[in-house]
T-cell receptor, first 112, second 115 residues
Framework: NAGVTQTPKFRILKIGQSMTLQCAQDMNHNYMYWYRQDPGMGLKLIYY???????DKGEVPNGYNVSRSTTEDFPLRLELAAPSQTSVYFCASSYRLADTQYFGPGTRLTVL | GDSVTQMEGPVTLSEEAFLTINCTYT??????LFWYVQYPGEGLQLLLKATKADDKGSNKGFEATYRKETTSFHLEKGSVQVSDSAVYFC??????????????FGTGTQLKVEL
């Protein structure tokens, strides 16, 4: 049982490039979340999903897209990367709405 | 909207010292309250939680009591160890949560424990 896994661990992008951050969970959780953590700040919710095929925006969705084709996977797509997207990105999951969220180890992204 | 305020770090303590990390919140009604811990290079892990007023969450020697009258959820430990060095996040899940199971986080407090 690996829990929540994220790839890559680190990535440097140039302005305008695109990339996909991968997230997978093997706990059969219905709910999945993407957060970003900026230096000295708390985590902010980017997007979340309540099940396969269903996604919705969080607090800071601009510049990102998500999809949820399976229960296990919840990739986050960055189009036209900007320096403001330099951050650490965390994926999380939970089984039910009010359950504990389990976090992945994070992806540290730098946009130069 | 909901918000969480926690003390700024870093907090540096000697091993076996007493730890308090302050956390206060603003929310409507009775939110659920959490402390998450982030060890170096890892993701966040739930440390403890409390879901109603006067509840005490505890785990690994850490404790926090949900105080509705002072809107606080301070984290305490009687004797810290070097292995407790990490960043600690206070968080809440509001009663009127719109975005799924949205958690509102504080900015985090870094704890360094020295021998």
């Amino acid at each position: 049982n690996a829990g929540v896994t994220q790839t890559p661990k680190f990535r440097i992008l140039k302005i305008g490039q695109s990339m996909t951050l991968q997230c997978a969970q093997d706990m059969n959780h219905n709910y999945m979340y993407w957060y970003r953590q900026d230096p000295g700040m708390g985590l902010k919710l980017i997007y979340y999903s309540v099940g396969a095929g269903i996604t919705d925006k969080g607090e800071v969705p601009n510049g990102y897209n998500v999809s949820r084709s399976t229960t296990e996977d919840f990739p986050l797509r960055l189009e036209l990367a900007a320096p403001s997207q330099t951050s650490v990105y965390f994926c999380a999951s939970s089984y039910r709405l009010a359950d504990t969220q389990y976090f992945g180890p994070g992806t540290r992204l730098t946009v130069l | 909207g909901d918000s969480v305020t926690q003390m700024e770090g870093p907090v540096t303590l000697s091993e076996e010292a007493f730890l308090t990390i302050n956390c206060t919140y603003t929310a409507t009604g009775y939110p659920s309250l959490f402390w998450y811990v982030q060890y170096p290079g890892e993701g966040l892990q739930l440390l403890l939680k409390a879901t109603k007023a006067d509840d005490k969450g505890s785990n690994k020697g850490f404790e926090a009591t949900y105080r509705k009258e002072t809107t606080s959820f301070h984290l305490e430990k009687g004797s810290v160890q070097v292995s407790d060095s990490a960043v600690y996040f206070c968080a809440l899940r509001g009663v009127l949560t719109g975005g799924g199971n949205k958690l509102t986080f504080g900015t985090g407090t870094q704890l360094k424990v020295e021998l």
